[in-house]
């Protein structure tokens, strides 16, 4: 199967083409680069052939021949959107679904979208299904609600899109992210050994691991259609379900001499919990192999063996928004969020 796969260079798309190439899938990746710069470690000997393209400049010459596109390539986590809201909906919704339509008329049959747990927002009842109705709280979370919304009318017997709602991701990953809240506990735990929440860390988050996101999306693509045709799935494990609280004391257990302390109620009222029943009882060969405990010792183990440094950790190219900030700051990319021309 020839597979597109957008966001090659970030977070989960430098994770993901292995896979699919160990599998015998031939890859060919998008991504615009602006995240080149967070290399954390050589953790793969196999990459994908890269387009260096933005999303709204994919053409349909591009798209043709391929037979799956998994679509990640979007500006990732709730500050970077608010960053530029209007240049979010460009990329996130618009751009997404104007890749969709030129997947399906360029006959490409599989089409599956990276989506988030975020769309539940706050959350009144108890663990929320994809049956449950959204409630998105950010310009991100919003874009990941429309794209779903407009997406689905393009289905046919030839275009079956899946929409995957992702846990909040952790875990290790070449292009390292530490701005989300595993990964970034766990930074602070080796370079300050002090975890010092601002509030009390009662609000409900679901994790998944970065591989078993990746391990989602090749299950989706080599299912038989019928099974992930139109499709919403939570990805993730109902076992994952944490309070950040409790992420926090894993990761204080895990770091020898962490020290561990909470504030009052945040400003924050996201609280979710979610029940990934459906992927795993139907998608052939999905389970999670990870949880938050095995996800801190993995990045212990990581930061011992690279020797991290303060610096690295706080470096711009492992946050979105610090990096994004510099290369408009350095007029490296224009208002539009395109690379500048000068």
């Not at 390539?73 to 618009?94: M, R, V």
């Not at 992420?247 to 924050?268: H, M, R, T, W, Y």
């Not at 610096?311 to 490296?332: A, C, N, P, S």
Request: aromatic share 10%; charged share 25%; hydrophobic share 40%.
């Amino acid at each position: 199967m020839k597979i597109l796969v957008t966001g090659t260079e970030g977070y989960l798309g430098s994770l993901l083409p292995p896979l699919f190439i160990e599998r015998g899938h031939e890859v060919i990746g998008v991504d615009t680069g602006f995240y080149k710069v967070g290399w954390l470690y050589n953790g793969t000997q196999i990459t994908a052939k890269t387009l260096n393209k933005d999303i709204r400049h994919i053409t349909l010459e591009d798209v043709q021949g391929v037979d799956a596109i998994v679509h990640m390539a979007e500006l990732s986590n709730d500050p970077t959107g608010q960053l530029a809201p209007h240049i979010t909906y460009e990329i996130n919704h618009k751009g997404s679904v104007r890749l969709a339509e030129l997947a399906k008329k360029a006959g490409v049959r599989r089409f599956v979208y990276m989506s988030s747990c975020s769309v539940y927002g706050v959350a009144t009842e108890g663990d929320v299904t994809e049956e449950s109705p959204v409630n998105p709280q950010t310009a991100y979370a919003e874009c990941k609600t429309l794209v779903e919304r407009d997406v689905k009318p393009l289905t046919d017997d030839n275009f079956s899109p899946t929409f995957m709602r992702n846990a909040t991701a952790f875990g290790a990953s070449p292009r390292m992210r530490f701005d989300i809240v595993l990964n970034n506990l766990a930074g602070l735990a080796w370079t300050t050994k002090e975890i010092k929440m601002t509030s009390d860390g009662t609000p409900w988050r679901p994790l998944v691991h970065a591989l078993d996101i990746c391990k989602a999306i090749v299950c989706t693509v080599e299912a038989p259609r019928d099974i992930v045709h139109n499709q919403i799935f939570n990805v993730g494990d109902t076992e994952n379900n944490y309070r950040v609280k409790e992420v926090a004391e894993i990761i204080a257990e895990v770091f020898p001499g962490c020290k561990l302390s909470f504030g009052n109620q945040g400003a924050d009222n996201r609280s979710y919990r979610v029940s990934f029943e459906k992927i795993n009882t139907v998608l052939p060969g999905f389970k999670c192999d990870w949880n938050a405990q095995l996800g801190a010792q993995q990045l212990y183990d990581l930061f011992s063996q690279i020797d991290m440094t303060e610096d690295v950790f706080l470096h711009r190219g492992f946050t979105r928004l610090k990096q994004l900030e510099y290369l408009i700051r350095t007029q490296q990319i224009d208002k539009d969020f395109f690379w500048s021309k000068k």
